[in-house]
């Protein structure tokens, strides 16, 4: 059974940081891409970043040179740091796993975590 626990969310003013992490079960991990979606209120939900089974990277333009995807195929976690967050940064982060390096389709994702930057 796949899981992916996110955790790392929570409150923060803008211009701070948070760490998001995704802790993932009943996958090979090392040979899957990971990524991270996010849903704010009323949008649709969008691919923030994403990291090969190989380490490359690639990023939404909204976040670019702000966010950092990570991952340490020895704990099967993957990482988003965000840095200068900014109030629409504000949305439900989602971790996902795909077999594709595009991200799409996903083939499972967590449950999420609650991001809210304040102005």
């Known amino acids: 059974q796949v899981q992916l626990v996110e955790s790392g969310g929570g409150l923060v003013q803008a211009g701070g940081s948070l760490r998001l992490s995704c802790a993932a079960s009943?996958?090979?991990?090392?040979?899957?891409?990971m990524g991270w979606d996010r849903q704010a209120p009323g949008k649709q939900r969008e691919l923030v970043a994403a990291i090969t089974s190989g380490g490359s990277t690639n990023y939404a333009d909204s976040v670019k040179g702000r966010f950092t995807i990570s991952r340490d195929n020895a704990k099967n976690t993957v990482y988003l740091q965000m840095n200068s967050l900014k109030p629409e940064d504000t949305a439900v982060y989602y971790c996902?796993?795909?077999?594709?390096?595009?991200?799409?389709?996903?083939?499972?994702w967590g449950q999420g975590t609650q991001v809210t930057v304040s102005s």
């Open positions: 009943g996958i090979i991990f090392s040979i899957s891409a």
């Open positions: 996902a796993d795909s077999d594709f390096a595009t991200m799409y389709p996903a083939a499972s």
